[in-house]
């Protein structure tokens, strides 16, 4: 079984609500809802792949500086196992915008749990509400 490390991040905003991002209904479980991110390329660091991942789905620009580890997901699929580091970002330059067709929301932190979300998502939650209350 493979190792697969993707990344992924709260985007917080001024009033403590949460970007979450709809998976595209022709991905792999599409239709869930998940923490916008993405997988490392060769030779990029987290940050890096954040920062690039941001810009490709939601036209912002973020800062290294800006990215503060938070929690991660260490999950089996039956075909590889996830490890997903989750960062944490309150400043970046631009407004959020679906640029891959995505469905975007800000959700309140205990009300992520009304979003189906994929399996190694969900222990993520109980991170962002001690961080930001409900």
Do not use: N
Request: charged share 25%; aromatic share 6%; with cysteine.
């Amino acid at each position: 079984m493979h190792l697969l490390l993707v990344v992924a991040v709260a985007l917080v905003d001024a009033d403590s609500r949460v970007l979450i991002a709809q998976r595209p209904v022709h991905k792999a479980l599409g239709g869930l809802w998940e923490f916008p991110g993405g997988k490392l390329e060769s030779g990029e660091r987290p940050e890096q792949a954040l920062i690039r991942e941001l810009d490709e789905e939601l036209g912002i620009a973020v800062q290294e500086a800006c990215l503060a580890p938070l929690t991660f997901a260490s999950y089996g699929y039956p075909d590889m196992h996830l490890l997903m580091p989750l960062y944490i970002c309150r400043r970046w330059e631009g407004q959020p915008q679906s640029r891959e067709g995505q469905a975007l929301k800000w959700v309140r932190p205990r009300a992520l749990r009304d979003y189906p979300m994929p399996p190694a998502d969900e222990p993520l939650i109980p991170a962002l509400i001690d961080l930001l209350g409900p």
